[in-house]
C-alpha cells in the first residue's frame, strides 16, 4: 500500500535534509522512527503526570520546608530576600 502525503515546503526541506546528512536512510525510515520516539515520549509523559492532589501535596510540602529555610545573611528567610529583590 502506498500513500501520498502533503507537507509544507519547509517540512519537505527538513526531510531532505535529514536524509541528505544520513540520519535517516529513507522518508519510510524517519516516519517510523518518529512514531516510535512520539510513542515513547507520550509514554514517559504519562508516567510522570500526577494527580491534582498529589500536585497540591507537593506544593503544601515545599511550603513548610520553605518555612524553615534561613539564608546567612542576617538570617532572612527567602520570602524576605525576595522581597528585597522586588523593590529594588
Not at 546528512?21 to 515520549?41: C, M, N, Y
Request: aromatic content about 4%; glycine content about 6%.
Amino acid at each position: 500500500m502506498s500513500m501520498i502525503i502533503n507537507v509544507k515546503p519547509e517540512t519537505e526541506r527538513l526531510v531532505q535534509e535529514e536524509l541528505r546528512t544520513g540520519h535517516f536512510q529513507t522518508v519510510d525510515d524517519l516516519i517510523v522512527k518518529g512514531v516510535h520516539a512520539w510513542r515513547e515520549l507520550s509514554r514517559l509523559e504519562r508516567s510522570f503526570d500526577s494527580s491534582a492532589d498529589d500536585r497540591r501535596r507537593a506544593a503544601d510540602r515545599i511550603r513548610e520546608l520553605r518555612k524553615g529555610v534561613r539564608l546567612e545573611r542576617g538570617g532572612m528567610s527567602l520570602r524576605q530576600y525576595a522581597h528585597l529583590g522586588h523593590r529594588s
